[in-house]
C-alpha cells in the first residue's frame, strides 16, 4: 500500500478562499447550464407539452434504468454563438437494460429540432464516442432536417452523419432510431441507416420529401400519413420495424430492443467490484486548485481524492518532480497517472513521461492526464540542454500511446504542454475541465507581451515612430481577447473538451469514463516513432 497523505488544512484561510474562488465559478457554469436545460424557452417547452410530447430529456430518463446515471457530454456546445447553447441535441452515455449506450436525442423545442452548424459538431463528436468505445447508439429523433440558412456549413460535412450510422453498424455496433416526429429530407436517412426502426402512429413522420415540395417537383397531391408516416412505413414501405401507438410504448419497445441485443463487454472487467473509497471527501477538492493559477499546488491531493482508498504508486518520485506519475485504481479500474505539478515542463519531466507511457502500454493500463501546465521551459540553458527533442519525445509518446487516454484539465494548459499532456488534437476517450481550467497557446499576459514587444522592435527596425499610448492600449486589448478566449465556457461551446464538470463529481465523471471505455478491447502499442536522444 502506497497511501497517500493530505496536508490539506480544510479550516485554513487560503483553502476557504479557494472553495469560494471555485463556488463562483461554478455558480456561472450553472447559469448557463439552466440555460441548457430550458432548451427553446418556457414558451417552447409549455407548447411542446400541449401537444402531448415528451422533451428530450424526459424521453432520455424513460430510456434509461431507473437510478441508472447520465453520463451528459458537450452540454455547452454553441456558447457565445447565434444558436441555442446545447446544439439542438442533448447526448451522452446511458445504461439501457443494463448496457452502456450512446444516447443522442434531438431538442424539438430548439426550432423543431432542426440542425446547426453546432448540432453537427457535437452530434459527430458523440458518433465519435461510441465508435471508440464500441457504445450502441440510440437516437431519439425529432427534427425537421438542417436550419436552411446554415445549409452552407451544414450539407456537406453532414453527411458524415450517416456515413458513420453505417460504419458502426458494419463493425458490429447497433444502432437503433425511434422516431418521435419529423425525420425529413436527408434526415430521413438517419433511420434509414439504422439497424433498428421505431415508429409512432400519427407521430413519425419519415420522407425525403414533404408534400409542399413533392407538389412542387412533381405536381403529386399527397398527405403526410400517405407520404411518411408510421402506418404506411410499417405495413408498406417496411421502414418501421416497431410500431408504437405513444411515446412511452416507442421508449418501451426501444428498451426492449437493446434487451435483446445479447451484448457484451469486451474489455477487461474491473480488479475489483467493490472498490474502496478515496479516504479523503471529495468536498474537500474545491479548495485545492487557487483562484490564481500563479499560485502552486500539489496533484497528489487531487489523485488522494479520487483514487481508489487513495492508494498511489508513485514512478520516478525524486525524478522530474514538476511532473507526478504513478499507478492506482479509480473504481477498480487499473490507471496510470501523469499530473503536472508545478506548471513548467523540462527535459526530466519529459523523458519521465515518455518512459512512464511506454511503460502503460506494455502492461495496456489506460492514463490520465491532469493538467496544469504553462508549457515546455524556454531559455539558452534549457535549449541547449535539448528541450526541444525531449518535448519532442514526450509528444511521440503520447501521439502513438494506444491504451485509452483520459484527460482532465484543472488549472492551465497552455502551448505545446497542452499536446504533451493529451489535448483534444491527440484524440483522449475522453476530455473534461474543472471551472478553474485555462487553456491557450499562452498565458494572456505573455501574449499579450510578445506582440507588443514584437511591434516596437517592427517599429524601430523600418525607422518609424512608436506610439507607445496606442501599442499599451493593444496590449491591453490583447490580453483582455486572450483571457476571456482561454475560459473553460468558451472552449467548451467549441466543443473542446466534453464539458465541465463539478471537481466533487470527478470519480464519478472518470469512473463512468472508464466503465465506457471497456465495453471495446484495447491493446497498448509495440511501437513508437523514433526518439531524437
Known amino acids: ?105 434531438n431538442d424539438p423545442t430548439v426550432k423543431g429540432g432542426a440542425s446547426n452548424p453546432w448540432s453537427l459538431r457535437k452530434t459527430l463528436r458523440l458518433q465519435d464516442v461510441a465508435r471508440e468505445n464500441r457504445l450502441p447508439v440510440v437516437s431519439l429523433v425529432e427534427s425537421g432536417g438542417a436550419e436552411l440558412q446554415t445549409q452552407k456549413d451544414i450539407f456537406i460535412p453532414g453527411g458524415a452523419t450517416f456515413r458513420n450510422l453505417t ?15 419529423n425525420s425529413t429530407a436527408g434526415g430521413a436517412y438517419l433511420p434509414g441507416m439504422s439497424d433498428y426502426v421505431v415508429m409512432i402512429e400519427e407521430r413519425s413522420k419519415v420522407f425525403l420529401a414533404g408534400p409542399p415540395l413533392v407538389k ?34 416507442a421508449i418501451r419497445l426501444g428498451r426492449g430492443i437493446v434487451r435483446r441485443l445479447n451484448w457484451r463487454k469486451r474489455g477487461p472487467a474491473p480488479a475489483t467490484t467493490s472498490p474502496k473509497p478515496p479516504r479523503y471527501p471529495e468536498e474537500e477538492l474545491l479548495g485545492i486548485v487557487p483562484p490564481d493559477l500563479k499560485m502552486p499546488f500539489d496533484p497528489r491531493e487531487i489523485i488522494a481524492r479520487i483514487a481508489d482508498d487513495s492508494d498511489f504508486d508513485e514512478f520516478k518520485a525524486l525524478y522530474g518532480t ?75 509518446a503520447v501521439s502513438n500511446s494506444t491504451v485509452p487516454h483520459l484527460s482532465l484539465i484543472v488549472g492551465n494548459s497552455y502551448g505545446a504542454g497542452h499536446y504533451g499532456m493529451c489535448g483534444r488534437a491527440y484524440d483522449p476517450r475522453f476530455l473534461f475541465a474543472w471551472p478553474s481550467a485555462r487553456s491557450a497557446v499562452m498565458g494572456a499576459a505573455q501574449l499579450a507581451e510578445v506582440v507588443y514587444t514584437v511591434s516596437k522592435a517592427s517599429a524601430r527596425s523600418q525607422g518609424k515612430p512608436f506610439d507607445e499610448d496606442g501599442a499599451q492600449q493593444i496590449r491591453a486589448y490583447v490580453e483582455k481577447q486572450v483571457e476571456s478566449e482561454s475560459l473553460p465556457l468558451v472552449l467548451s461551446g467549441l466543443i473542446y473538451d466534453d464539458g465541465i464538470i463539478d471537481p466533487r463529481d470527478s470519480r464519478t465523471v472518470l469512473g463512468l469514463s472508464l466503465s465506457a471505455i471497456h465495453s471495446g478491447q484495447y491493446e497498448g502499442a509495440d511501437s513508437f516513432g523514433v526518439f531524437r536522444m
Open 167 to 181: 460504419q458502426l453498424s458494419a463493425a458490429g455496433v447497433p444502432t437503433v432510431a425511434i422516431v418521435f416526429g
Open 216 to 249: 412542387a417537383a412533381t405536381g403529386e397531391i399527397a398527405d403526410d400519413e400517405s407520404l411518411g408516416g408510421a402506418a404506411m412505413h410499417a405495413r408498406t414501405s417496411g421502414l418501421a420495424d416497431f410500431y408504437a401507438v405513444d411515446e412511452p410504448d
Open 1 to 105: 500500500m502506497a497511501v497517500l497523505k493530505s496536508v490539506v488544512d480544510p479550516a485554513s484561510p487560503e483553502f476557504e478562499a479557494n472553495c469560494r474562488g471555485m463556488q463562483s465559478q461554478l455558480d456561472e457554469i450553472d447559469a448557463v447550464a439552466q440555460q441548457v436545460v430550458l432548451g427553446g424557452g418556457e414558451k417552447a417547452l409549455a407548447r411542446h407539452a400541449k401537444r402531448g410530447k415528451l422533451t428530450a430529456r424526459a424521453r432520455i430518463e424513460l430510456l434509461l434504468d431507473r437510478d441508472a446515471p447520465f453520463l451528459e457530454l458537450a452540454p455547452f456546445a454553441g456558447y457565445g454563438s447565434d444558436f441555442a447553447v446545447g446544439g439542438s441535441v442533448v447526448g451522452g452515455i446511458g445504461v439501457v437494460e443494463g448496457v452502456e449506450c450512446m444516447i443522442i436525442a
Open 322 to 396: 514538476s511532473l507526478v506519475t504513478g499507478w492506482a485504481q479509480l473504481h477498480g479500474y487499473p490507471i496510470g497517472i501523469l499530473a503536472n505539478a508545478r506548471g513548467v515542463l523540462f527535459s526530466e519531466e519529459a523523458q519521465k513521461a515518455a518512459q512512464f507511457i511506454q511503460l502503460a502500454n506494455r502492461s495496456n493500463t489506460p492514463l490520465l492526464f491532469v493538467h496544469n501546465t504553462t508549457g515546455y521551459m524556454v531559455g539558452t540553458q534549457y535549449e541547449q540542454a535539448g528541450i526541444i527533442k525531449h518535448g519532442a519525445m514526450m509528444i511521440n
